[in-house]
């Protein structure tokens, strides 16, 4: 039998629930990804806020994991406008 289950079933082989992080970030579905990933923004504040410094840097961890993967499985919808970047920022000051 495989030792690495689906994302949903909550286990990859690395341990009770993928490990102290969860399931690696490489092996969530797309869906379970984006789901993650928002779940990290909403609770950013209250751990920022209310959390330990281990709270804060787990939960900066696995948020910079959840973002870095997104990025590479979506590198078109996670391209900077042009006038966001500093070039462009440039552009507009000169224009």
Do not use: C
């Not at 928002?38 to 840097?57: K, L, S």
């Amino acid at each position: 039998m495989n030792s690495r289950r689906s994302a949903m079933s909550g286990s990859t082989g690395d341990g009770p629930v993928g490990g102290k992080m969860g399931i690696p970030a490489r092996n969530l579905d797309d869906a379970i990804l984006e789901r993650e990933l928002r779940q990290m923004w909403r609770t950013r504040e209250d751990t920022v806020v209310n959390g330990g410094a281990h709270a804060i840097r787990a939960h900066t961890d696995r948020m910079l994991e959840l973002e870095h993967e997104y990025i590479a499985r979506f590198p078109r919808e996670t391209t900077a406008e042009p006038g966001r970047t500093r070039r462009g920022a440039r552009r507009r000051v000169a224009s």
